[in-house]
């Protein structure tokens, strides 16, 4: 467990294939190099939490650890904890052994060690190989999958601060929803890796053109209509690996009963478990980087509404109660011009 990073400490920098300008939109930040940042993200309390800035080196550490999770059957909820461990434990560095300044022998992006058994300091300088020990471990822990963060964290760990693997959670959320439309490409450093849509027709000038709800009916319900551009959205969606959503609806004031307009159900019912937002996150994050190519004129998901203009900013329920509908908190929601 590092105690204090001093000295200089190599890291690998990633070459990047383009300067996406999906981080800046999705992340209201500026871009240097490859680096991202980790937001929007959302705390417990449902309120934006702090958003911290990750480098080329640090992402490509992330992108290791994700893609050894998925290479190993771990689940994306696994991939978060392992991802929350590595942020607390190094801030995402492979790091020497640092003498006084780090927790006896500990090395690497999990600070495991050697005299623990976890490797020799060779193996252990590898991030790969380490991010695979810790899997190793997890998966052997009884009932891990439904643990709170911080207990399934310390189960492997054993850690002297466990509750600090906590506030690392909602960075660990979206970074993999990030990584998760791409393909194998380091975070950050790929114009597709959010996954670029195909993008919708537009007038000569750049606008979007005029369009009647005419497909009919509507594939998705099979009744009423959705315009050609939202059809496309479904299936630009669909293609991305996102499930079947519900568009067309008569009793509703806003984009549904135009056909402009569609519900990504991530639960059948009540507000999405820890799971099921990350799900809602990695769509939105989708959304929001494809929304010039789409036509998307805002998106509402769990408790926000994101729009071009403003970003994501607080949702007011124009329903009241708590029901998980009027919320979105069990759906994405995303409309179309």
């Known amino acids: 467990m590092v105690k204090a990073v001093t000295g200089t400490v190599t890291i690998v920098i990633v070459a990047c294939l ?59 909820w696994g991939q978060t904890i392992a991802l929350a461990v590595a942020m607390q434990e190094s801030h995402l560095r492979n790091l020497p052994d640092l003498g006084d300044h780090n927790d ?68 660990a959320v979206h970074l993999i929803a990030q990584h998760s439309a791409g393909d194998n490409v380091p975070l950050g450093c790929s114009p597709l890796a959010f996954g670029d849509a195909v993008p919708a027709p537009r007038n000569p000038d750049g606008s979007w053109p005029h369009e009647d709800c005419t497909i009919h009916p ?60 990350a799900q809602g996150d990695t769509m939105a994050a989708w959304a929001i980087a494809n929304a010039d190519r789409l036509a998307i004129m805002y998106i509402i998901w769990y408790r926000r509404i994101w729009t071009p203009a403003q970003g994501w900013h607080p949702y007011t329920n124009p329903w009241g109660g708590n029901d998980p509908s009027g919320w979105h908190t069990n759906h994405v929601h995303i409309s179309v011009y």
């Open 18 to 76: 383009g300067l996406p300008l999906l981080l800046s939109t999705i992340m209201g930040g500026t871009i240097g190099g490859c680096g991202t940042t980790a937001g929007p993200s959302t705390g417990s309390s449902g309120q934006p939490s702090e958003t911290r800035r990750w480098d080329t080196g640090q992402l490509a550490i992330a992108a290791t650890i994700i893609d050894r999770g998925t290479a190993k059957g771990v689940t994306r």
């Open 104 to 171: 006896h022998d500990s090395i690497g992006v999990f600070q495991q060690r050697p005299s623990q058994d976890w490797g020799t300091p060779t193996q252990l300088a590898d991030p790969t190989y380490q991010a695979d020990k810790f899997y190793d471990k997890l998966q052997t822990i009884p009932g891990w999958q439904t643990m709170p963060l911080t207990q399934a964290a310390q189960a492997v760990q054993a850690s002297a601060h466990p509750n600090a693997y906590a506030k690392w959670t909602d960075d």
């Open 218 to 277: 509507d594939p998705t319900t099979g009744t009423g209509c959705v315009t050609p551009r939202l059809l496309h959205l479904v299936q630009q969606a669909t293609t991305a690996g996102f499930p079947k959503p519900a568009c067309y609806r008569v009793d509703d004031h806003g984009e549904h009963p135009r056909g402009r307009a569609c519900d990504w159900m991530m639960t059948p019912g009540g507000a999405a478990t820890r799971t099921q937002k």
